[in-house]
């Protein structure tokens, strides 16, 4: 078998030397658990951490990897990538095709002219009747497409109070609107 690991340099000792999975998986296994925990759901940390491995093991490579850690990181980053294609792809498939959706008339109507117009006044009194901060908030992110570290600079509070008074604004604007489902 290869050569043992040493895990405080990231690399292999040997220059020739395959690899030896089971000694990387006891060095960076809690590491990977951790890493997939922050960043997927955390019940598919280790079959996560297990993909990454079936990859290295899998993969033919001919020279020796020169930072082993980073490498190992690269290579989960690129299991993430395929885990939320395939979640993605899974749930497109999930959707009924637009053909078999009723159709909706693209006519304008003066009724729907008339319908919509009412519909965005009554909007715009609901959102001037938002606390000042979460009027602000929604218009710079609504309005002018500002993200919220933008916003957070410009109104000098942190990002996480951004989010917050946009989520305020969004759940006050959705009881207002009468609005089921949240979509504003």
Do not use: C
Not at 36 to 51: G, I, N, S, T, Y
Not at 149 to 173: C, D, N, P, T
Request: cysteine-free.
């Amino acid at each position: 078998m290869a050569e043992a690991l040493d895990p405080g340099e990231g690399r292999e000792r040997a220059e020739g030397a395959a690899p030896d999975l089971a000694a990387w998986m006891v060095v960076y296994g809690g590491r990977l658990r951790r890493y997939f925990a922050r960043r997927a759901p955390p019940d598919d940390a280790d079959d996560l951490v297990q993909d990454v491995f079936l990859r290295l093991q899998s993969a033919a490579r001919r020279p020796p990897i020169g930072n082993v850690e980073r490498y190992l990181f690269a290579v989960a980053h690129n299991v993430l990538i395929s885990q939320r294609r395939t979640r993605a792809l899974r749930r497109w498939s999930q959707h009924d095709a637009l053909e078999s959706a009723p159709e909706l008339s693209s006519e304008l109507s003066p009724e729907r002219i008339l319908v919509g117009r009412q519909e965005y006044e009554r909007l715009i009194r609901v959102v001037a009747t938002l606390p000042p901060r979460a009027r602000a908030a929604f218009r710079l992110h609504r309005l002018e497409d500002m993200t919220s570290a933008a916003i957070a600079q410009r109104m000098g509070i942190s990002r996480e109070s951004v989010k917050e008074l946009l989520h305020r604004a969004s759940v006050y604007i959705d009881r207002a609107m009468g609005v089921k489902g949240g979509v504003v």
